[in-house]
């Protein structure tokens, strides 16, 4: 019997530190709608992605994908640089 596993997430956002070795902060940004006041507004939630070349920057945009725990903080693997900053 095969077992069928589960679409990993895909986001997209914008690189906001690479310094560590590796590993990049990606910054993502959704909007969200008040529950009582039905206005929209930002939520930002970061990430901590594995870039396995040290290929990103500071400004890129990127897109990871989800993927099984790497370290403490980091369950996030680069997927494709989709914009390089100017």
Not at 24 to 29: A, D, L, N, W
Not at 45 to 68: L, W
Not at 69 to 77: D, G, I, M
Request: aromatic share 4%; glycine share 4%; with cysteine.
């Amino acid at each position: 019997m095969e077992e069928k596993r589960a679409q990993r997430k895909v986001r997209t956002g914008i690189v906001v530190s690479n310094k560590m070795n590796k590993t990049i902060t990606v910054k993502v940004e959704r909007q969200v709608q008040h529950p009582t006041y039905k206005k929209y507004q930002r939520v930002t939630n970061k990430f901590m992605a594995h870039d396995e070349e040290n290929s990103c920057g500071i400004g890129d945009t990127v897109s990871i994908m989800e993927t099984r725990p790497l370290s403490k903080n980091k369950c996030w693997r680069l997927l494709e640089i989709i914009q390089r900053a100017k």
